[in-house]
Structure formats: structure tokens, C-alpha cells
């Protein structure tokens, strides 16, 4: 007979940094704390940008951390679970709306408590019509054409133009459904900007700025140097050497720094202080989000779309987020955070912070996927050995493609203090492998952590109070054996 609840919560308690599996929890589940509201990861710096910009108070801007960190976690959940029916997930107002091209997808939408819309077009095919685009991107002119991206918000996929029949044409030469693409008049033009610095100065014949401490150096903008390229920091000490950089086609690239700079978790909020990041969680299209720049310093506004793609004088960069955030030369290769979670390095843009305007960022994640490298965090940031050696506890297993399993051995473990919970994963070559950490709320496994880049390893820090928590491990793509470490409070 199945143990009563109190009588197997007593059984699990352990002593700080051990580990323990326990049976699955049944309907009268375990009960601890409530995951931490998202508004306490926000520094008060990025709350008063935010009370500024978004014209909230600071108890408004608290919440909408809240919200913006609770809906993006829902969406990331409904684009896992939904698969092929799911067609891009965006706020209006304090609801997540989430689109689906099935009807019966749509309860599903509402059991997780988003609001559903039914369209006729997926994400994927929205993708898919925005490749064809890139692929004739040498048709554009930049003059005449700005970019293009995804709106989730309308079922479509948007050609930004400044000369309407030129960008009537590129559609066409492109052999796209052009019911499925909207042209849209625009004043914008975008530009790199060069000459920058964004949570901290650092030189190389010009001037641009630090995106995020990884292990071993920095990332920043691709335009800002190539592969070789030296870098002295703020303080015009020998500081590194550009060792992978990318621009146009995508405007990433990394440094690595010499033994005399350590990298630090941390961003500059031009007030004096730090902002403390803690992981790379993608925002949600709708969510607000902050940006750090030297010129300017913190500026605030909304994500308004995702995979967009740039026609930069320079060339085409594609991949790029869309934010209505204002920056100006001088900010480029900055810090883009949504709460304590990094999104990105600015790119370029159009407009300025006087009279407000559009700024694009390359997507954190990508960054560290394409060099391998590791951001660091407020609860570490050291790689994971290979085969996720040197954890508490080690786990392997197999799953397949699109399905989920969960760690420890099919159950969940109880943590009776605050702190710091790691885990790691290391998959076959050729699969796209994602890691979760979540927390029982008290009725439902709630997400509180995640790690998906577009590849087979995933390592992620967390730092929560007490509780019941499991790691899922969700094959994106892909099938095949695992190791998993896992150590906890």
C-alpha cells in the first residue's frame, strides 16, 4: 500500500547535498513553497528603466516581470508539447495568447492557462516561407528593403519596405504564397553600430562593448572584430583576442581573454551597480525586456517579433530578434536581459532614444551554441566534464524523439533548504537534446529552469527555495542514449 504523503516526506529528508529518488507523485501531490516570484530576479535599476519607459509604476513593473517570466516559461512548455500544431505564442495585454493550427490543440492551450487562437499557418511554415526569403536576400536592396521577420501576431511573415514595389517584386521573385506575407511601409534604416560599448568598454582599433562573460572571455557583436583581431578592456590593458566572429549572415562573435581578466556574471546598469545573471532563458514575443549601452544606458521596451532578418548596408543578417527599444552608435554588442535571463548583444537598429526607434539583438543562445562556450552565471558557469562527470549523482537512460523522461530514475527529489540545483546532460552527436528543471507548485510540475540549444548537451544552474523538484529531459529532435548528472542543495 502507497505510503501516505506525510510519511514519505518524512522518509526523504536528507542532509544539505544529498540525493534521493522517491516514488512519482499521485493527485494528492507534495506541497512546498511556491516558485519565487519572477519580479525578484529584476535589479532595481532595470525596475526604474522600466517605470520610465513603459510608463508603469514600480509595483506594475514588479508584476510584469512576473508575468513576462511566468508566460514565457508557458510557451516554451506549449511549443514542446505542441509539436507541428503550434504556431507562435505573444502577450496581449496581461494574457499569453498562444496560436495552434488544430482545434482540438486549443484545450490544451487553455489547460495550461494561455488563451488560444486558431490560424491556418505553423510556426513551422511561417519559418519555412521566411527561409525562402533569405535564400534570395542578395535580391533586396537595404535601401529599399530593411528586413523581413515572422509576426506570430498576424499569421504572417512581414517585408519591411521603404520603396513598396521593390519589395512587392522581392516577394515575388522569392515564389512565396504571397497571401502568407504582408509588405509593411517603413521609415527605418537600420544600421551596425559601430563604434561602441555596451556593459563595459573594450578597444580594437575602435570601440564596442562586452555582451556576457562566458568561461574563458566574452561575447559581443561579429561586426565589432574578426578571428585575430586584439582587444584591450576599458582600462587600455592587453585584454584578449577575437577568436570566432561572424558578420553579415549572423553578428555574433567571441573573445577570450587573458589570465589577467576574470570574467564575471554580471552587467553593468550604468547606476552604479550590477545586474547578476543567472541563466539564458528565452522571453516569449510581448515580454518586456532592458538593454544596457554605454551611450544611452538602460533602455526598456517590448520583444516585438523573433527570427527577423537585417539588410544592413553591409549584408544580410538573419536570425535577429525585433525589439521597439531604443539605442544609438555607441551601444552596439550591449547586454540585452529579460529579468535576470540573457537574450542577446545588440546588433544595429534604426532610430535613436530621442525620438524613439527600432533595435535588433542576435539571440544569446545561438552564440553560445555555435562556439561552445558556457555562460556564466550567478551559480557558476564551469562547463560540465565530459559525460557530466564530478556531479552528485549520475543517471543514464534513452528517449525518443519528441518525447520527455524525467531524473531521477523516472521520479523527483525532495531538497529541505535553499540553494543551488545543477544539472547536466550529455547526448549522442546529431540529436537536439533539452533540459528541464522543474518544482511542484502544490497542483502542477511548474518549469523553473531550462537549457535548449540547438544541440545534443545542455547544462543548467538554479538557485530555489526549498522543495519537490525533477529535471525532464526532452528529446527536440532526434533519439538516443543519455548520461545525466544532477547535484542539489
Not at 574563458?216 to 582587444?231: K, L, P, Q, S
Not at 525532495?414 to 552527436?429: A, E, F, K, Q, W
Request: net charge neutral.
Amino acid at each position: 500500500m502507497r505510503r501516505s504523503l506525510a510519511a514519505a516526506a518524512a522518509a526523504i529528508l536528507l542532509p544539505v547535498g544529498a540525493l534521493t529518488a522517491v516514488a512519482s507523485p499521485a493527485a494528492a501531490a507534495p506541497t512546498g513553497p511556491a516558485v519565487a516570484a519572477g519580479a525578484d530576479a529584476a535589479s532595481s535599476a532595470m525596475l526604474a528603466a522600466m517605470q520610465r519607459d513603459l510608463g508603469l509604476t514600480a509595483g506594475q513593473a514588479r508584476a510584469r516581470v512576473a508575468r513576462d517570466e511566468k508566460g514565457s516559461r508557458t510557451d516554451a512548455a506549449l511549443r514542446r508539447s505542441l509539436g507541428a500544431t503550434y504556431a507562435g505564442g505573444w502577450f496581449a495585454g496581461d494574457t499569453l495568447v498562444v496560436a495552434v493550427t488544430d482545434r482540438s490543440a486549443a484545450d490544451r492551450v487553455r489547460a495550461a492557462g494561455a488563451q488560444p487562437a486558431l490560424v491556418t499557418r505553423s510556426g513551422a511554415d511561417l519559418d519555412r516561407i521566411k527561409s525562402a526569403l533569405d535564400r534570395h536576400a542578395a535580391r533586396a536592396s537595404a535601401t529599399a528593403i530593411p528586413g523581413w521577420y515572422v509576426d506570430v501576431t498576424t499569421n504572417t511573415v512581414v517585408v519591411l519596405a521603404r520603396d513598396t514595389g521593390a519589395a512587392a517584386a522581392f516577394v515575388r521573385a522569392s515564389r512565396v504564397d504571397p497571401a502568407a506575407v504582408r509588405v509593411v511601409a517603413t521609415t527605418e534604416a537600420p544600421r551596425t553600430y559601430y563604434d561602441v560599448r555596451g556593459g563595459d568598454a573594450y578597444y580594437m582599433g575602435g570601440r564596442c562593448s562586452v555582451g556576457f562573460s562566458v568561461v574563458g572571455g566574452f561575447v559581443t557583436a561579429g561586426h565589432c572584430g574578426t578571428v585575430g583581431t586584439a582587444t584591450q578592456g576599458y582600462n587600455q590593458v592587453a585584454q584578449g583576442t577575437f577568436r570566432g566572429s561572424s558578420f553579415p549572415g549572423n553578428d555574433y562573435a567571441w573573445v577570450q581573454t587573458n589570465s589577467n581578466w576574470t570574467p564575471q556574471p554580471w552587467v553593468n546598469n550604468y547606476a552604479g551597480g550590477n545586474v547578476t545573471v543567472a541563466g539564458s532563458t528565452e522571453a516569449a514575443v510581448g515580454a518586456s525586456i532592458c538593454r544596457s549601452g554605454s551611450t544611452t544606458g538602460w533602455h526598456c521596451g517590448t520583444i516585438q517579433a523573433k527570427n527577423q532578418t537585417v539588410n544592413y548596408p553591409q549584408g544580410t543578417v538573419t536570425g535577429l530578434t525585433r525589439t521597439n527599444v531604443c539605442a544609438e552608435p555607441g551601444d552596439s554588442g550591449g547586454s540585452w536581459l529579460s529579468g535576470q535571463q540573457a537574450q542577446g548583444v545588440t546588433s544595429g537598429g534604426s532610430g535613436n532614444c530621442t525620438s524613439g526607434g527600432t533595435t535588433y539583438f542576435q539571440p544569446v543562445n545561438e552564440i553560445l551554441s555555435a562556439y561552445g562556450l558556457t555562460l556564466r552565471t550567478s551559480g557558476g558557469g564551469e562547463p560540465p566534464p565530459t559525460g557530466c562527470t564530478g556531479y552528485e549523482a549520475t543517471y543514464t537512460g534513452s528517449v525518443s524523439s519528441g518525447q520527455s523522461v524525467y531524473q531521477p530514475n523516472g521520479s523527483y527529489y525532495y531538497s529541505s533548504v535553499s540553494g543551488t540545483h545543477r544539472g547536466c546532460l550529455d547526448g549522442p552527436t546529431g540529436v537536439d537534446f533539452d533540459l528541464y528543471l522543474q518544482k511542484w507548485n502544490g497542483s502542477t510540475w511548474v518549469d523553473v529552469a531550462g537549457s535548449y540549444s540547438p544541440g545534443p548537451d545542455e547544462s543548467l544552474t538554479y538557485t530555489g527555495t526549498a522543495g519537490y523538484y525533477r529535471f525532464e529531459v526532452h528529446a527536440y529532435s532526434g533519439s538516443g542514449s543519455y548520461t545525466m548528472g544532477i547535484t542539489n542543495p
